[in-house]
């Protein structure tokens, strides 16, 4: 192996243990790239369905800027294959954007307060151990003759930078992200009281310039799972 390439390998553990930034921001700008007509195809497994392969291709539309917010939106083709558990069935990416903050998702059906907003899934600058708060809340609804009380959290880290293999190959420096949500709602009358809550972890690998190449999420006790896989990514190319 070259000497020169033997150094830059050194370089990259050094500064993933040290908690160092792990790319300049250009390079973070980049890290999920989102351009119009750049296209990924994705093959999706269900727990519940073990003999099901889905495949989606998904090609990213016209960019639509927001003068206020300066976000950048890109409506995808078709919902893009980043899932989530909205309580027991998963919910999927509808829009993506960026700004210089970082890279969001929109989730549909947007019926809890984890869908319905820009969720930053990831946040700039790129380093080894950062964590960061997408949304958390604790509210109470008073309804005069009930009262909603819901307490809610969504917290994601960047665990490390891993070798990844997925049917559209091997990447062997991709960012590991672990992503938790902890939701309880407790709906309280002068009789009675109920509680639901539900817990999400969803394990992704990101790689620079490419996206997201695998996701494995999984819902409360794991009994429900999904495994999202890059298949192909292809830029646009320029005119």
């Given at each position: 192996m070259p000497k020169f390439l033997i150094a830059v390998i050194v370089?990259?553990?050094?500064?993933?243990?040290?908690?160092?930034?792990?790319?300049?921001?250009?390079e973070a700008q980049g890290f999920f790239p989102l351009a119009e007509g750049n296209t990924?195809?994705?093959?999706?497994?269900?727990s519940w369905e073990p003999d099901t392969t889905l495949v989606r291709e998904v090609t990213l539309g016209h960019q639509?800027?927001?003068?206020?917010?300066?976000?950048?939106?890109?409506?995808?083709?078709?919902?893009?294959?980043?899932?989530r558990f909205a309580s027991s069935r998963p919910v999927w990416c509808t829009v993506l954007a960026k700004d210089s903050r970082g890279i969001y998702a929109v989730f549909t059906p947007g019926t809890?307060?984890?869908?319905?907003?820009?969720?930053?899934?990831?946040?700039?600058?790129?380093?080894?151990?950062?964590?960061?708060i997408v949304v958390e809340g604790n509210t109470t609804f008073d309804g005069g003759s009930y009262?909603?009380?819901?307490?809610?959290?969504?917290?994601?880290?960047?665990?490390?930078?891993?070798?990844?293999?997925?049917p559209a190959g091997?990447?062997?420096f991709c960012y590991h992200i672990a992503d938790s949500v902890t939701y309880r709602e407790d709906y309280i009358t002068s009789t009675d009281s109920t509680t639901q809550s539900y817990?999400?972890?969803?394990?992704?690998?990101?790689?620079?310039?490419?996206?997201l190449v695998k996701q494995m999420v999984s819902w409360n006790q794991y009994e429900n799972t999904i495994r999202n896989e890059l298949r192909m990514f292809r830029r646009r190319l320029s005119n």
């Amino acid at each position: 192996m070259p000497k020169f390439l033997i150094a830059v390998i050194v370089v990259l553990v050094i500064g993933c243990r040290k908690g160092n930034l792990l790319s300049p921001a250009e390079e973070a700008q980049g890290f999920f790239p989102l351009a119009e007509g750049n296209t990924w195809v994705y093959e999706s497994h269900f727990s519940w369905e073990p003999d099901t392969t889905l495949v989606r291709e998904v090609t990213l539309g016209h960019q639509q800027i927001d003068t206020v917010s300066g976000l950048e939106y890109y409506n995808p083709t078709s919902t893009f294959s980043y899932a989530r558990f909205a309580s027991s069935r998963p919910v999927w990416c509808t829009v993506l954007a960026k700004d210089s903050r970082g890279i969001y998702a929109v989730f549909t059906p947007g019926t809890s307060p984890f869908y319905t907003a820009l969720l930053r899934f990831i946040d700039y600058p790129v380093m080894v151990g950062k964590s960061w708060i997408v949304v958390e809340g604790n509210t109470t609804f008073d309804g005069g003759s009930y009262r909603l009380h819901k307490i809610f959290r969504n917290i994601r880290t960047i665990l490390g930078i891993e070798s990844v293999t997925v049917p559209a190959g091997m990447f062997p420096f991709c960012y590991h992200i672990a992503d938790s949500v902890t939701y309880r709602e407790d709906y309280i009358t002068s009789t009675d009281s109920t509680t639901q809550s539900y817990q999400s972890v969803s394990n992704e690998w990101f790689v620079p310039y490419t996206g997201l190449v695998k996701q494995m999420v999984s819902w409360n006790q794991y009994e429900n799972t999904i495994r999202n896989e890059l298949r192909m990514f292809r830029r646009r190319l320029s005119n």
